[in-house]
């Protein structure tokens, strides 16, 4: 049943990761995609709706790996702590058992 508890450390870290990569991705893609792309196609010699797309998908695919790497970053640094605190509390309530 102890392990149980450190299941649930690395399940609240993986919804700390995904709840902050799917926001923020989100919301930078959503405020910035369109300016991001009218600068990047400004001087290209192709059709702007070629480039547009194009920049567009490789813009969003940039700030998705940068917010999952970030997000991943915080998700384990969030399930390391809720796994010290479930051991903590566990030593404090059995001092005597060794896990």
Excluded: E
Excluded at 51 to 75: D, E, N, P, R
Aim: net charge positive; hydrophobic share 50%; proline share 3%.
């Amino acid at each position: 049943m102890s392990w149980l508890k450190y299941v649930w450390a690395a399940l609240v870290g993986f919804a700390a990761m995904t709840i902050f990569t799917v926001s923020t991705a989100f919301l930078i893609v959503w405020l910035t995609t369109s300016r991001y792309v009218a600068h990047a196609c400004a001087h290209m010699p192709i059709s702007p709706n070629d480039c547009g797309g194009w920049t567009a998908l490789g813009y969003a695919i940039t700030v998705l790996a940068g917010c999952a790497l970030v997000g991943l970053f915080i998700g384990t640094t969030v399930g390391t702590m809720v796994g010290i605190s479930f051991y903590r509390r566990q030593q404090d309530l059995n001092p005597n058992t060794v896990n």
